[in-house]
């Protein structure tokens, strides 16, 4: 459809609809000045296009667009998360919706389980994986033996790589082997180097959290789509410039 085809929506009745807030709040945040359409302050009874029009929420984008999907989903191990192979294997995308065709945001090894998010959403793509969002990321590794505590202050403090230093990270051990990891960078298999680095090989790998995403009821291989509160929390806390 061209966008001149697109109806012409009142501002109040989509900000509503995608779950912002009731109506009467919603119509409180207008008359707040807290919602923008392409850059001017909103009022309300404006008519705007979901499809195209630009919305934010105390300058935090709105995804009222109908087209842009998100999915959380918790990869199961043996899951390549490339959006396409070229030797025609199952790759995670194959375990959403085929349409509208998404994307991982990302990646995680192979051998990596737990949280990715897949979306079509190019702009949200772009502000996560950028490396100066540096978004956390948290990990529970699972290594063969005891970690000392100089081994976790040097996971602490950072680990030269081939590619550079690592940067500080959050770690605690949870029980013998058993590590809790929270980084904000994306270094190539940077956890599993990490830890080879201290001498302790990766036995398992987990992705617990992106952001302030969790979701603890995601068996291995399920998904859920997120909400647009979900997505607002999730900017507010993690991605806003
Ligand atoms: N670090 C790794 O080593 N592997 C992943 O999949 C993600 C982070």
Do not use: C
């Amino acid at each position: 459809m061209s966008s001149e085809n697109q109806p012409q929506e009142k501002l109040q009745k989509v900000l509503a609809s995608i779950g912002l807030a009731s109506r009467r709040v919603v119509e409180d945040y207008i008359i707040d000045e807290r919602i923008t359409v392409n850059g001017e302050i909103a009022h309300i009874g404006q008519r705007v296009n979901r499809h195209e029009d630009q919305l934010l929420f105390d300058g935090v984008p709105l995804r009222v667009s109908p087209e842009l999907t998100y999915y959380l989903i918790h990869k199961p191990l043996g899951i390549i998360s490339t959006a396409k192979d070229p030797q025609g294997r199952r790759t995670i995308v194959d375990l959403v919706p085929p349409e509208p065709r998404v994307y991982p945001v990302g990646r995680l090894d192979k051998e990596t389980e737990g949280l990715i998010l897949l979306t079509n959403d190019g702009d949200l793509t772009y502000r996560l994986t950028h490396p100066s969002h540096g978004i956390e990321k948290e990990y529970l590794v699972k290594v063969g033996k005891k970690l000392s505590r100089g081994s976790l202050r040097q996971l602490r403090e950072g680990i030269t790589l081939d590619d550079g230093l690592t940067s500080p990270a959050r770690v605690s051990q949870i029980q013998d082997g058993v590590v809790k990891i929270v980084i904000h960078e994306g270094k190539n298999r940077q956890v599993r180097r990490m830890f080879q680095a201290v001498g302790h090989p990766v036995e398992r790998l987990i992705r617990t959290r992106i952001g302030n995403l969790v979701d603890h009821t995601l068996q291995s291989g399920q998904w859920r789509e997120l909400t647009t509160l979900d997505l607002l929390h999730f900017e507010v806390d993690q991605v806003v410039d």
